[in-house]
Protein backbone atom coordinates (compact mmCIF):
# COMPACT_ATOMS: atom_id res chain seq x y z
CA UNK A 1 0.00 0.00 0.00
CA UNK A 2 3.04 2.29 0.43
CA UNK A 3 2.11 3.84 -3.01
CA UNK A 4 -1.39 4.58 -2.59
CA UNK A 5 -2.31 8.08 -0.80
CA UNK A 6 -3.25 7.23 2.57
CA UNK A 7 -6.87 7.41 3.82
CA UNK A 8 -7.61 9.92 6.00
CA UNK A 9 -9.98 9.21 8.65
CA UNK A 10 -11.66 12.49 10.38
CA UNK A 11 -13.69 12.93 13.17
CA UNK A 12 -13.65 12.57 17.21
CA UNK A 13 -12.08 10.27 19.54
CA UNK A 14 -14.65 8.91 22.29
CA UNK A 15 -14.35 6.76 24.94
CA UNK A 16 -16.66 3.77 24.78
CA UNK A 17 -17.90 1.89 27.90
CA UNK A 18 -20.36 -0.80 27.66
CA UNK A 19 -22.16 -1.48 30.81
CA UNK A 20 -22.59 -4.71 31.45
CA UNK A 21 -24.68 -7.14 33.81
CA UNK A 22 -23.55 -7.34 37.47
CA UNK A 23 -20.68 -10.26 37.74
CA UNK A 24 -19.35 -9.00 34.57
CA UNK A 25 -16.09 -6.36 33.80
CA UNK A 26 -17.63 -3.50 32.03
CA UNK A 27 -15.72 -3.20 28.53
CA UNK A 28 -13.73 -0.07 27.78
CA UNK A 29 -12.43 0.87 23.97
CA UNK A 30 -11.87 3.96 22.18
CA UNK A 31 -14.62 4.94 20.44
CA UNK A 32 -15.52 7.11 17.79
CA UNK A 33 -13.25 6.82 14.66
CA UNK A 34 -11.17 4.11 16.49
CA UNK A 35 -13.93 1.71 14.96
CA UNK A 36 -13.17 2.73 11.73
CA UNK A 37 -8.93 2.79 12.60
CA UNK A 38 -9.69 -0.90 13.41
CA UNK A 39 -11.48 -1.69 10.20
CA UNK A 40 -8.39 0.09 7.94
CA UNK A 41 -5.98 -2.16 10.05
CA UNK A 42 -7.53 -5.67 9.47
CA UNK A 43 -7.60 -4.99 6.21
CA UNK A 44 -4.12 -3.94 6.17
CA UNK A 45 -4.51 -0.57 4.94
CA UNK A 46 -2.45 2.39 6.73
CA UNK A 47 -4.08 5.55 6.97
CA UNK A 48 -4.32 8.85 8.64
CA UNK A 49 -6.04 10.46 11.12
CA UNK A 50 -7.51 14.50 11.51
CA UNK A 51 -8.82 14.05 14.78
CA UNK A 52 -11.49 16.12 17.50
CA UNK A 53 -10.06 15.24 21.04
CA UNK A 54 -10.63 15.90 24.37
CA UNK A 55 -6.56 17.12 25.74
CA UNK A 56 -6.45 14.65 28.40
CA UNK A 57 -6.78 11.51 25.74
CA UNK A 58 -5.13 12.94 23.16
CA UNK A 59 -1.65 11.35 23.67
CA UNK A 60 -2.50 8.21 24.16
CA UNK A 61 -5.45 8.06 21.38
CA UNK A 62 -2.63 8.77 19.29
CA UNK A 63 -0.07 6.01 20.56
CA UNK A 64 -3.45 4.05 20.14
CA UNK A 65 -4.14 4.46 16.58
CA UNK A 66 -0.35 4.45 15.73
CA UNK A 67 -0.65 0.68 16.54
CA UNK A 68 -3.65 0.74 14.15
CA UNK A 69 -1.40 1.24 11.15
CA UNK A 70 -2.41 4.91 11.76
CA UNK A 71 1.46 7.42 9.96
CA UNK A 72 0.18 10.40 11.12
CA UNK A 73 -2.18 12.03 13.58
CA UNK A 74 -2.98 15.51 12.90
CA UNK A 75 -4.94 17.29 15.94
CA UNK A 76 -7.98 19.21 14.47
CA UNK A 77 -9.61 20.78 17.68
CA UNK A 78 -9.95 19.86 20.95
CA UNK A 79 -13.18 18.99 23.27
CA UNK A 80 -13.59 20.45 26.88
CA UNK A 81 -16.19 20.78 29.19
CA UNK A 82 -16.97 16.88 28.91
CA UNK A 83 -14.70 13.83 28.51
CA UNK A 84 -15.99 12.62 25.19
CA UNK A 85 -17.04 8.99 27.26
CA UNK A 86 -20.41 7.32 26.19
CA UNK A 87 -21.97 4.99 27.91
CA UNK A 88 -23.79 1.94 26.65
CA UNK A 89 -26.20 -0.26 27.85
CA UNK A 90 -27.18 -1.92 25.51
CA UNK A 91 -24.59 -3.90 22.97
CA UNK A 92 -26.52 -5.70 20.42
CA UNK A 93 -28.88 -2.64 18.78
CA UNK A 94 -31.67 -5.06 19.06
CA UNK A 95 -32.98 -1.89 20.03
CA UNK A 96 -32.50 1.79 19.31
CA UNK A 97 -29.20 2.19 20.41
CA UNK A 98 -29.24 3.16 24.36
CA UNK A 99 -26.19 5.40 24.74
CA UNK A 100 -25.41 8.12 27.35
CA UNK A 101 -22.12 10.88 26.17
CA UNK A 102 -21.30 12.19 29.73
CA UNK A 103 -21.82 15.93 30.33
CA UNK A 104 -22.75 16.19 26.94
CA UNK A 105 -24.60 19.67 27.60
CA UNK A 106 -21.24 21.10 28.61
CA UNK A 107 -19.63 20.32 25.66
CA UNK A 108 -17.59 22.85 23.70
CA UNK A 109 -15.25 22.09 20.48
CA UNK A 110 -12.32 24.46 19.65
CA UNK A 111 -10.49 23.88 15.92
CA UNK A 112 -7.69 25.15 16.19
CA UNK A 113 -6.68 27.64 14.33
CA UNK A 114 -4.69 26.60 10.83
CA UNK A 115 -3.63 23.77 9.79
CA UNK A 116 0.07 23.22 7.65
CA UNK A 117 -1.87 23.01 4.23
CA UNK A 118 1.62 20.98 3.53
CA UNK A 119 0.56 18.57 6.17
CA UNK A 120 -2.59 17.63 4.46
CA UNK A 121 -1.77 18.45 1.00
CA UNK A 122 -1.08 14.56 0.24
CA UNK A 123 -4.81 12.72 0.71
CA UNK A 124 -7.14 12.11 -2.27
CA UNK A 125 -9.72 10.45 0.02
CA UNK A 126 -11.15 11.46 3.61
CA UNK A 127 -13.68 9.01 5.73
CA UNK A 128 -15.62 11.61 7.32
CA UNK A 129 -17.54 11.05 10.59
CA UNK A 130 -19.30 14.37 11.68
CA UNK A 131 -19.81 15.16 15.22
CA UNK A 132 -20.35 17.96 17.49
CA UNK A 133 -17.74 19.98 15.49
CA UNK A 134 -18.42 22.42 12.60
CA UNK A 135 -18.16 20.38 9.66
CA UNK A 136 -18.57 23.10 7.36
CA UNK A 137 -15.36 24.59 9.34
CA UNK A 138 -13.72 21.40 9.73
CA UNK A 139 -13.56 20.86 5.23
CA UNK A 140 -12.94 24.46 5.35
CA UNK A 141 -9.20 23.48 6.30
CA UNK A 142 -8.99 20.40 4.48
CA UNK A 143 -7.79 20.47 0.77
CA UNK A 144 -10.16 21.56 -1.41
CA UNK A 145 -9.17 18.42 -4.16
CA UNK A 146 -10.21 16.04 -1.52
CA UNK A 147 -12.77 13.25 -2.25
CA UNK A 148 -15.17 13.06 1.06
CA UNK A 149 -17.51 10.31 2.04
CA UNK A 150 -19.08 10.90 4.30
CA UNK A 151 -20.94 8.74 7.17
CA UNK A 152 -24.21 10.55 7.62
CA UNK A 153 -26.00 8.76 9.69
CA UNK A 154 -25.84 11.13 13.02
CA UNK A 155 -25.16 14.90 13.36
CA UNK A 156 -26.01 15.62 10.00
CA UNK A 157 -28.73 18.15 10.59
CA UNK A 158 -29.99 18.48 6.51
CA UNK A 159 -28.74 17.50 3.13
CA UNK A 160 -28.53 21.19 2.43
CA UNK A 161 -25.84 20.93 5.01
CA UNK A 162 -23.50 18.82 3.31
CA UNK A 163 -24.13 20.57 0.34
CA UNK A 164 -22.20 23.75 1.85
CA UNK A 165 -18.88 21.70 1.66
CA UNK A 166 -16.24 23.21 -0.64
CA UNK A 167 -15.10 19.45 -1.41
CA UNK A 168 -16.91 17.00 -3.82
CA UNK A 169 -18.67 14.46 -1.68
CA UNK A 170 -18.23 10.48 -3.68
CA UNK A 171 -19.61 8.15 -1.02
CA UNK A 172 -22.16 9.08 1.28
CA UNK A 173 -22.85 6.24 3.89
CA UNK A 174 -26.24 6.45 5.80
CA UNK A 175 -28.10 3.98 8.17
CA UNK A 176 -31.67 3.02 8.70
CA UNK A 177 -31.41 4.06 12.33
CA UNK A 178 -30.23 7.66 11.93
CA UNK A 179 -32.82 10.79 12.06
CA UNK A 180 -31.64 11.79 8.86
CA UNK A 181 -32.63 8.62 6.99
CA UNK A 182 -35.91 8.93 8.93
CA UNK A 183 -36.62 12.71 7.34
CA UNK A 184 -35.57 11.89 3.51
CA UNK A 185 -35.88 7.75 2.97
CA UNK A 186 -38.46 6.01 4.13
CA UNK A 187 -40.10 5.54 0.63
CA UNK A 188 -37.50 3.65 -1.01
CA UNK A 189 -34.23 3.95 -2.02
CA UNK A 190 -35.12 6.06 -5.01
CA UNK A 191 -37.14 8.68 -2.89
CA UNK A 192 -33.77 8.70 -0.97
CA UNK A 193 -31.26 8.77 -3.83
CA UNK A 194 -33.45 11.72 -4.75
CA UNK A 195 -33.21 13.49 -1.32
CA UNK A 196 -29.35 13.61 -2.13
CA UNK A 197 -29.33 14.29 -5.76
CA UNK A 198 -27.89 18.03 -5.15
CA UNK A 199 -24.67 16.56 -3.56
CA UNK A 200 -23.69 14.74 -6.84
CA UNK A 201 -22.78 11.88 -5.12
CA UNK A 202 -20.94 8.74 -6.86
CA UNK A 203 -22.79 6.13 -4.35
CA UNK A 204 -25.33 6.36 -2.27
CA UNK A 205 -24.85 3.15 0.50
CA UNK A 206 -28.16 2.55 2.68
CA UNK A 207 -27.21 0.25 5.24
CA UNK A 208 -30.47 -1.57 6.81
CA UNK A 209 -28.67 -3.09 10.05
CA UNK A 210 -29.49 -6.58 10.31
CA UNK A 211 -31.24 -6.51 6.97
CA UNK A 212 -28.36 -6.02 4.80
CA UNK A 213 -27.30 -3.23 3.09
CA UNK A 214 -28.47 -1.42 -0.87
CA UNK A 215 -26.06 -0.23 -2.68
CA UNK A 216 -27.58 2.79 -5.40
CA UNK A 217 -25.12 4.06 -7.84
CA UNK A 218 -26.08 7.71 -9.19
CA UNK A 219 -24.26 7.48 -12.98
CA UNK A 220 -26.73 4.05 -14.03
CA UNK A 221 -29.19 4.81 -10.90
CA UNK A 222 -28.99 1.24 -10.19
CA UNK A 223 -29.55 -0.50 -6.69
CA UNK A 224 -27.75 -3.10 -5.76
CA UNK A 225 -29.01 -5.39 -2.57
CA UNK A 226 -26.69 -6.98 -0.52
CA UNK A 227 -26.97 -9.29 2.43
CA UNK A 228 -26.37 -8.82 6.02
CA UNK A 229 -24.17 -12.09 7.08
CA UNK A 230 -25.73 -12.57 10.50
CA UNK A 231 -24.03 -14.36 13.40
CA UNK A 232 -24.20 -14.28 17.40
CA UNK A 233 -23.76 -10.36 18.08
CA UNK A 234 -21.30 -9.46 20.88
CA UNK A 235 -21.31 -6.02 20.28
CA UNK A 236 -22.41 -3.75 17.25
CA UNK A 237 -20.98 -0.62 18.66
CA UNK A 238 -18.72 1.17 15.47
CA UNK A 239 -20.21 -2.00 13.34
CA UNK A 240 -21.35 0.59 10.57
CA UNK A 241 -18.06 2.14 10.71
CA UNK A 242 -15.45 -0.97 10.17
CA UNK A 243 -18.36 -1.15 7.29
CA UNK A 244 -17.29 2.53 5.51
CA UNK A 245 -13.43 1.77 6.52
CA UNK A 246 -13.75 -1.23 4.53
CA UNK A 247 -15.99 0.26 1.95
CA UNK A 248 -13.07 2.39 1.43
CA UNK A 249 -10.08 0.14 1.51
CA UNK A 250 -11.90 -2.20 -1.11
CA UNK A 251 -13.16 1.15 -3.34
CA UNK A 252 -10.59 0.47 -5.63
CA UNK A 253 -12.59 -3.47 -6.74
CA UNK A 254 -15.31 -1.35 -7.96
CA UNK A 255 -18.04 -0.33 -5.21
CA UNK A 256 -20.29 -3.40 -5.57
CA UNK A 257 -17.20 -5.72 -4.32
CA UNK A 258 -16.18 -3.18 -1.93
CA UNK A 259 -19.75 -2.95 -0.23
CA UNK A 260 -19.76 -6.64 0.08
CA UNK A 261 -16.57 -7.21 1.47
CA UNK A 262 -17.52 -4.37 4.19
CA UNK A 263 -20.19 -6.60 4.83
CA UNK A 264 -18.73 -9.54 5.41
CA UNK A 265 -15.99 -6.98 7.90
CA UNK A 266 -18.69 -5.77 9.95
CA UNK A 267 -20.59 -8.85 10.68
CA UNK A 268 -16.86 -10.10 11.89
CA UNK A 269 -16.12 -6.87 13.97
CA UNK A 270 -19.92 -7.22 15.80
CA UNK A 271 -19.25 -11.01 16.71
CA UNK A 272 -15.88 -10.22 18.57
CA UNK A 273 -14.33 -7.41 20.92
CA UNK A 274 -10.91 -8.65 20.49
CA UNK A 275 -8.58 -6.50 17.91
CA UNK A 276 -6.64 -9.88 17.06
CA UNK A 277 -9.68 -12.35 16.06
CA UNK A 278 -11.25 -9.68 14.48
CA UNK A 279 -8.11 -9.04 11.49
CA UNK A 280 -8.19 -13.36 11.94
CA UNK A 281 -11.52 -13.47 10.69
CA UNK A 282 -11.70 -10.68 8.30
CA UNK A 283 -7.94 -12.17 6.63
CA UNK A 284 -9.41 -15.81 6.25
CA UNK A 285 -12.73 -13.43 4.60
CA UNK A 286 -10.20 -12.37 1.90
CA UNK A 287 -9.71 -15.58 0.69
CA UNK A 288 -12.80 -15.80 -0.35
CA UNK A 289 -13.48 -14.66 -4.09
CA UNK A 290 -15.77 -11.67 -5.01
CA UNK A 291 -18.16 -14.68 -6.82
CA UNK A 292 -17.73 -16.73 -3.70
CA UNK A 293 -18.98 -13.98 -1.14
CA UNK A 294 -22.15 -13.08 -3.30
CA UNK A 295 -22.97 -16.84 -3.74
CA UNK A 296 -22.97 -17.64 -0.22
CA UNK A 297 -25.83 -15.14 0.24
CA UNK A 298 -27.18 -14.06 3.71
CA UNK A 299 -30.35 -12.18 4.96
CA UNK A 300 -31.32 -9.31 2.99
CA UNK A 301 -34.56 -7.46 3.90
CA UNK A 302 -34.97 -3.85 2.83
CA UNK A 303 -36.23 -1.54 5.19
CA UNK A 304 -39.49 -0.93 3.84
CA UNK A 305 -40.38 -4.39 2.81
CA UNK A 306 -40.72 -5.16 6.29
CA UNK A 307 -43.81 -3.32 6.99
CA UNK A 308 -45.53 -5.29 4.09
CA UNK A 309 -44.23 -8.61 6.29
CA UNK A 310 -47.12 -8.63 9.02
CA UNK A 311 -45.77 -10.16 12.42
CA UNK A 312 -48.61 -11.81 15.05
CA UNK A 313 -47.50 -10.93 18.51
CA UNK A 314 -48.22 -13.84 20.87
CA UNK A 315 -47.98 -12.79 24.49
CA UNK A 316 -50.49 -12.04 27.40
CA UNK A 317 -50.41 -8.44 26.23
CA UNK A 318 -53.28 -7.92 28.98
CA UNK A 319 -53.97 -4.87 31.25
CA UNK A 320 -51.94 -5.51 34.48
CA UNK A 321 -49.40 -8.15 33.23
CA UNK A 322 -45.78 -7.81 33.79
CA UNK A 323 -45.14 -6.25 30.03
CA UNK A 324 -41.90 -5.52 30.46
CA UNK A 325 -40.29 -8.70 28.08
CA UNK A 326 -43.45 -7.93 25.97
CA UNK A 327 -42.80 -3.93 25.50
CA UNK A 328 -39.05 -4.62 24.57
CA UNK A 329 -39.70 -7.36 22.05
CA UNK A 330 -42.59 -5.06 20.06
CA UNK A 331 -40.10 -2.16 20.70
CA UNK A 332 -37.09 -3.88 19.08
CA UNK A 333 -39.31 -4.88 16.21
CA UNK A 334 -40.93 -1.95 15.78
CA UNK A 335 -37.29 -0.38 15.33
CA UNK A 336 -36.52 -2.71 12.81
CA UNK A 337 -39.71 -1.61 10.79
CA UNK A 338 -41.89 -4.80 11.38
CA UNK A 339 -45.36 -4.65 11.47
CA UNK A 340 -45.95 -5.77 14.61
CA UNK A 341 -50.01 -6.80 15.49
CA UNK A 342 -51.09 -6.71 18.73
CA UNK A 343 -54.11 -9.38 18.83
CA UNK A 344 -55.09 -8.14 22.22
CA UNK A 345 -55.00 -4.53 21.43
CA UNK A 346 -56.47 -4.68 17.98
CA UNK A 347 -59.39 -7.48 18.78
CA UNK A 348 -60.11 -6.24 22.32
CA UNK A 349 -59.32 -7.65 25.60
CA UNK A 350 -62.28 -9.41 27.16
CA UNK A 351 -63.69 -9.22 30.79
CA UNK A 352 -63.14 -12.63 32.89
CA UNK A 353 -66.53 -13.02 32.80
CA UNK A 354 -66.76 -13.16 29.14
CA UNK A 355 -69.37 -15.62 27.62
CA UNK A 356 -68.69 -18.21 25.43
CA UNK A 357 -69.88 -16.95 22.53
CA UNK A 358 -68.24 -13.57 22.96
CA UNK A 359 -64.62 -15.68 23.76
CA UNK A 360 -65.60 -17.30 20.42
CA UNK A 361 -65.60 -14.54 18.66
CA UNK A 362 -62.55 -13.31 19.35
CA UNK A 363 -60.76 -16.33 19.13
CA UNK A 364 -61.92 -16.63 15.34
CA UNK A 365 -60.14 -12.53 15.06
CA UNK A 366 -57.48 -13.40 16.55
CA UNK A 367 -56.59 -16.55 14.48
CA UNK A 368 -58.05 -15.04 11.19
CA UNK A 369 -55.21 -12.21 12.14
CA UNK A 370 -52.42 -15.18 13.15
CA UNK A 371 -53.00 -16.98 9.66
CA UNK A 372 -52.82 -13.50 7.75
CA UNK A 373 -49.41 -12.62 9.35
CA UNK A 374 -45.94 -14.41 7.78
CA UNK A 375 -44.42 -14.80 11.11
CA UNK A 376 -45.52 -15.62 14.75
CA UNK A 377 -43.02 -13.45 17.78
CA UNK A 378 -44.26 -15.08 20.70
CA UNK A 379 -43.39 -13.66 24.52
CA UNK A 380 -45.19 -16.71 26.59
CA UNK A 381 -44.30 -15.04 29.73
CA UNK A 382 -45.93 -16.66 32.81
CA UNK A 383 -46.68 -19.77 30.39
CA UNK A 384 -49.76 -18.17 29.54
CA UNK A 385 -52.05 -20.59 27.96
CA UNK A 386 -53.19 -18.63 25.41
CA UNK A 387 -50.25 -17.92 23.74
CA UNK A 388 -48.94 -21.61 24.12
CA UNK A 389 -52.37 -22.71 22.06
CA UNK A 390 -51.26 -19.40 19.27
CA UNK A 391 -47.62 -20.97 18.90
CA UNK A 392 -49.28 -24.54 17.99
CA UNK A 393 -51.49 -22.79 15.65
CA UNK A 394 -48.78 -21.58 13.47
CA UNK A 395 -46.72 -24.26 14.00
CA UNK A 396 -49.85 -26.30 12.64
CA UNK A 397 -50.65 -23.76 9.66
CA UNK A 398 -46.74 -23.55 8.71
CA UNK A 399 -46.35 -19.98 9.43
CA UNK A 400 -42.63 -19.28 11.41
CA UNK A 401 -42.92 -19.19 15.10
CA UNK A 402 -39.84 -17.26 17.05
CA UNK A 403 -40.11 -17.92 20.91
CA UNK A 404 -38.51 -15.17 23.02
CA UNK A 405 -38.54 -16.87 26.63
CA UNK A 406 -36.61 -14.33 28.43
CA UNK A 407 -36.95 -16.46 31.75
CA UNK A 408 -37.06 -19.88 30.29
CA UNK A 409 -40.21 -20.63 31.37
CA UNK A 410 -41.16 -23.20 28.20
CA UNK A 411 -38.29 -25.12 28.04
CA UNK A 412 -40.74 -27.34 26.92
CA UNK A 413 -40.53 -30.27 23.89
CA UNK A 414 -43.69 -28.96 21.73
CA UNK A 415 -42.58 -25.07 22.31
CA UNK A 416 -38.88 -25.17 21.49
CA UNK A 417 -39.11 -28.38 19.26
CA UNK A 418 -41.55 -26.65 17.19
CA UNK A 419 -40.61 -23.40 16.69
CA UNK A 420 -37.69 -22.32 14.32
CA UNK A 421 -35.88 -20.59 17.01
CA UNK A 422 -36.24 -20.44 20.59
CA UNK A 423 -34.20 -18.55 22.86
CA UNK A 424 -33.95 -16.29 26.11
CA UNK A 425 -32.01 -13.61 23.99
CA UNK A 426 -33.17 -10.93 21.74
CA UNK A 427 -30.61 -10.53 19.62
CA UNK A 428 -31.26 -14.41 18.55
CA UNK A 429 -34.47 -14.31 18.22
CA UNK A 430 -33.81 -10.97 15.87
CA UNK A 431 -31.23 -12.07 13.86
CA UNK A 432 -34.33 -15.72 13.50
CA UNK A 433 -36.93 -12.96 12.64
CA UNK A 434 -34.92 -11.53 9.73
CA UNK A 435 -33.83 -14.79 8.79
CA UNK A 436 -37.18 -16.22 8.54
CA UNK A 437 -38.72 -13.39 6.72
CA UNK A 438 -35.94 -12.63 4.46
CA UNK A 439 -36.11 -16.75 3.54
CA UNK A 440 -39.84 -16.40 2.99
CA UNK A 441 -39.28 -12.98 0.35
CA UNK A 442 -36.66 -15.30 -1.38
CA UNK A 443 -39.10 -18.28 -1.70
CA UNK A 444 -42.04 -15.96 -3.04
CA UNK A 445 -39.62 -14.33 -6.01
CA UNK B 1 -12.78 -11.74 27.17
CA UNK B 2 -10.35 -9.22 25.20
CA UNK B 3 -10.50 -5.75 27.10
CA UNK B 4 -12.00 -6.13 30.90
CA UNK B 5 -12.54 -3.28 33.19
CA UNK B 6 -12.22 0.20 32.48
CA UNK B 7 -8.70 1.22 34.39
CA UNK B 8 -6.48 1.81 30.82
CA UNK B 9 -6.86 0.79 27.21
CA UNK B 10 -6.09 -2.23 26.65
CA UNK B 11 -7.15 -3.71 22.87
CA UNK B 12 -4.01 -3.65 21.05
CA UNK B 13 -3.21 -5.51 18.11
CA UNK B 14 -1.36 -8.68 19.92
CA UNK B 15 -3.19 -7.62 23.21
CA UNK B 16 -5.52 -11.11 22.88
CA UNK B 17 -5.03 -14.08 25.95
CA UNK B 18 -3.31 -16.91 24.48
CA UNK B 19 -5.59 -19.53 23.73
CA UNK B 20 -5.87 -22.83 22.56
CA UNK B 21 -6.25 -23.37 18.89
CA UNK B 22 -9.30 -25.61 19.35
CA UNK B 23 -10.66 -27.84 16.88
CA UNK B 24 -10.21 -31.61 16.99
CA UNK B 25 -13.77 -31.29 18.29
CA UNK B 26 -13.45 -28.37 20.61
CA UNK B 27 -16.58 -26.30 21.77
CA UNK B 28 -18.49 -29.53 22.39
CA UNK B 29 -19.02 -28.83 25.66
CA UNK B 30 -17.18 -25.88 28.52
CA UNK B 31 -16.73 -23.10 27.53
CA UNK B 32 -16.43 -22.32 23.42
CA UNK B 33 -13.47 -20.93 21.49
CA UNK B 34 -12.87 -17.77 21.08
CA UNK B 35 -12.26 -18.16 17.37
CA UNK B 36 -15.57 -19.08 15.25
CA UNK B 37 -13.90 -21.26 13.42
CA UNK B 38 -12.70 -23.73 15.98
CA UNK B 39 -16.58 -24.00 17.12
CA UNK B 40 -18.62 -27.34 17.32
CA UNK B 41 -22.09 -26.48 15.17
CA UNK B 42 -25.41 -27.57 15.06
CA UNK B 43 -27.44 -27.04 12.23
CA UNK B 44 -30.92 -28.13 10.59
CA UNK B 45 -30.34 -28.60 6.93
CA UNK B 46 -32.42 -26.28 4.66
CA UNK B 47 -33.63 -27.77 1.15
CA UNK B 48 -33.29 -31.10 1.90
CA UNK B 49 -35.92 -32.20 -0.22
CA UNK B 50 -34.08 -30.25 -3.20
CA UNK B 51 -30.42 -31.74 -3.19
CA UNK B 52 -29.45 -34.95 -4.51
CA UNK B 53 -29.57 -37.63 -1.45
CA UNK B 54 -33.14 -36.92 -0.96
CA UNK B 55 -33.84 -37.12 -4.64
CA UNK B 56 -31.67 -40.20 -5.05
CA UNK B 57 -32.76 -41.79 -2.24
CA UNK B 58 -36.33 -41.03 -1.71
CA UNK B 59 -35.63 -40.30 2.20
CA UNK B 60 -33.55 -38.21 4.53
CA UNK B 61 -30.27 -39.70 5.39
CA UNK B 62 -30.66 -42.44 8.45
CA UNK B 63 -29.33 -40.61 12.02
CA UNK B 64 -25.58 -41.84 12.54
CA UNK B 65 -25.18 -41.13 8.70
CA UNK B 66 -21.44 -39.63 8.63
CA UNK B 67 -21.83 -35.98 7.00
CA UNK B 68 -19.09 -33.53 6.34
CA UNK B 69 -19.29 -29.37 4.89
CA UNK B 70 -18.30 -28.69 1.82
CA UNK B 71 -18.46 -25.31 -0.08
CA UNK B 72 -19.68 -25.26 -3.30
CA UNK B 73 -21.95 -22.36 -4.31
CA UNK B 74 -23.64 -22.27 -1.23
CA UNK B 75 -22.35 -24.48 2.16
CA UNK B 76 -23.70 -28.34 1.98
CA UNK B 77 -23.43 -31.35 3.99
CA UNK B 78 -22.87 -34.07 2.03
CA UNK B 79 -22.19 -37.95 2.86
CA UNK B 80 -18.30 -39.37 1.86
CA UNK B 81 -20.63 -40.15 -1.49
CA UNK B 82 -20.29 -36.83 -2.03
CA UNK B 83 -24.43 -36.50 -2.25
CA UNK B 84 -25.37 -33.26 -1.10
CA UNK B 85 -28.05 -33.59 2.13
CA UNK B 86 -28.98 -29.77 2.40
CA UNK B 87 -27.76 -26.41 2.20
CA UNK B 88 -25.93 -24.80 5.64
CA UNK B 89 -28.00 -21.42 6.78
CA UNK B 90 -26.19 -18.15 5.94
CA UNK B 91 -25.98 -17.83 9.69
CA UNK B 92 -22.67 -20.37 9.21
CA UNK B 93 -21.36 -18.94 5.82
CA UNK B 94 -18.06 -17.44 7.91
CA UNK B 95 -17.12 -21.24 7.51
CA UNK B 96 -16.48 -20.90 4.00
CA UNK B 97 -13.23 -18.86 5.26
CA UNK B 98 -12.50 -21.03 7.80
CA UNK B 99 -12.48 -24.07 5.26
CA UNK B 100 -10.17 -22.05 2.88
CA UNK B 101 -7.50 -21.78 6.16
CA UNK B 102 -7.78 -25.37 6.04
CA UNK B 103 -10.60 -26.42 9.05
CA UNK B 104 -12.74 -29.23 8.11
CA UNK B 105 -16.08 -30.08 9.74
CA UNK B 106 -17.11 -33.66 10.21
CA UNK B 107 -20.51 -35.04 12.13
CA UNK B 108 -23.07 -36.74 11.89
CA UNK B 109 -27.02 -37.05 11.50
CA UNK B 110 -29.09 -36.56 14.68
CA UNK B 111 -32.30 -36.25 13.62
CA UNK B 112 -33.95 -37.31 10.32
CA UNK B 113 -37.52 -37.34 8.90
CA UNK B 114 -39.18 -37.55 5.55
CA UNK B 115 -41.87 -35.44 6.16
CA UNK B 116 -44.60 -34.56 5.58
CA UNK B 117 -44.90 -31.94 5.21
CA UNK B 118 -41.05 -31.62 4.47
CA UNK B 119 -38.23 -33.59 4.69
CA UNK B 120 -35.79 -32.29 7.75
CA UNK B 121 -32.34 -33.44 8.44
CA UNK B 122 -30.12 -31.77 11.43
CA UNK B 123 -26.46 -33.04 12.04
CA UNK B 124 -23.71 -32.11 14.50
CA UNK B 125 -20.39 -30.86 13.46
CA UNK B 126 -17.13 -30.97 14.95
CA UNK B 127 -14.24 -28.63 13.98
CA UNK B 128 -11.02 -30.01 12.97
CA UNK B 129 -8.04 -27.52 12.98
CA UNK B 130 -5.40 -27.19 10.08
CA UNK B 131 -3.09 -29.74 10.28
Known amino acids: MSETPLPLLVGEIFVDVTITPPGEENKLRLGGIAHAARGFWAQGVSFAAAVVVPEYLEKSAEDYLSKFGCKKCITLGHVSGAPNVILIFDATEVDDQNYETLLREEKTITLSKEIDANELAEFTDALIFPGSYDLAAVCDRLPASLRLHIDAAYDVQSVGNLGKLRQKIETIFISTSSQLFKETGTLGIEALASSFAELKLNVLVLKENRGGCRLHTSLTGATEGIPAQLGATVNSVGVGDVFDATYLAHLGEGPVEAAWRAASASSAYAQTTEPDIFQTYVRRDAKLSFLQLKELGGTFLPWEQRRTLQIYLAAPDFTGSDRRAIERAVSALKYHNFHVHRPVTENGELPRDSDHITLAMTYRKDVDLLKACKLVFAVPTGRDPGTLVEIGLAIAHGIPVVVYDPDAECTNTMVVGGSNCYSRNLDTCLNATFDCLSQSIGKAQ | ?131
Open chain 2, 1 to 131: MGTSGSGRLTDYPGSSKPKSKGGDGEGSGGVPPADRCARAISASLEDVEHCTYFRTHKISPPVGTQLHIAHQKRLVAQTDAGEVVGNLPTRFNYLAACMEDGYTYVGKVRDSSNGPPIAIVAADFAAMAPK
